[in-house]
């Protein structure tokens, strides 16, 4: 069982609200990333890291913004939700001197109203 | 431009028969290859990856994955499903060029009926 983290698992909010989705994992890995999934439908990359202080947006566009100030810890911050950010956003992690394999976190479930 | 297909939205599949759900790829050089598995409301497990050597490769819960390199795919495969195995399946292509970012597929519905 990988060993990451996110926190909380569900969250509603109203519009107009600060929010950070938090991601830890104690495996050392360098490259972290975070994926938004509307349920049951495909991946779509938001933000990667290859390490710390190197952060990338990608390929869908997001009003989110992310910091790696730690290795185990990559928030996502979302500075004023709005009803369209509702989705799940699924936090991984990969070891880039392997084969990175990327171990995923349970997610979180946000809705904003 | 690199990408990964799964050419299926959906497969169906009566319980004890064989399934196959389909991938296949456009990268450059010689990419790794991942399956991973999404349970009702969970996250995504890693099934099993292919990196090089033997063609067949095993992972979790009795599945395993064909390669062939001169036709781009990566078919998942399992011998005898069970209604257990229903769930979403992604194929995942991590390039060996372009800055190393995996690329996931748009997933397929698994459906096995009792």
């Known amino acids: 069982e990988a060993d990451i983290y996110q926190t909380p698992r569900y969250l509603v909010i109203g519009t107009g609200k600060k929010i950070t989705l938090e991601c830890s994992q104690t495996m050392g890995h360098d490259k972290m990333y975070w994926y938004q999934q509307d349920p049951g439908m495909e991946l779509h990359l938001i933000h990667y890291?290859?390490?710390?202080?190197?952060?990338e947006k990608g390929d869908l566009s997001s009003e989110s913004t992310v910091s790696r100030i730690r290795t185990e810890h990559f928030p996502l911050t979302l500075e004023s939700a709005r009803p369209s950010h509702t989705s799940q956003y699924l936090c991984a992690s990969s070891d880039s001197s392997t084969t990175d394999t990327q171990y995923f976190g349970p997610g979180t479930r946000l809705t904003v109203l | 431009a690199q990408s990964v297909a799964q050419p299926e939205d959906q497969v169906n599949v009566a319980e004890g028969n064989p399934l196959t759900v389909k991938c296949t790829y456009s990268v450059s050089g010689n990419p790794y290859l991942f399956w991973y598995v999404q349970y009702p409301n969970r996250g995504l497990q890693f099934l099993l990856k292919?990196?090089?050597?033997?063609?067949l490769v095993k992972g979790s819960y009795g599945f395993e994955a064909e390669f062939n390199k001169s036709q781009t795919s990566f078919h998942l495969k399992k011998p005898s499903a069970l209604v257990s195995d229903s769930a979403l399946y992604f194929c995942?292509?991590?390039?060996?060029?372009?800055?190393?970012?995996?690329?996931f597929g748009a997933g397929t519905r698994l459906f096995v009926k009792a």
């Open positions: 890291s290859y390490g710390v202080n190197s952060t």
């Open positions: 995942a292509v991590r390039p060996y060029t372009g800055g190393f970012k995996t690329i």
């Open positions: 292919y990196i090089t050597g033997d063609n």
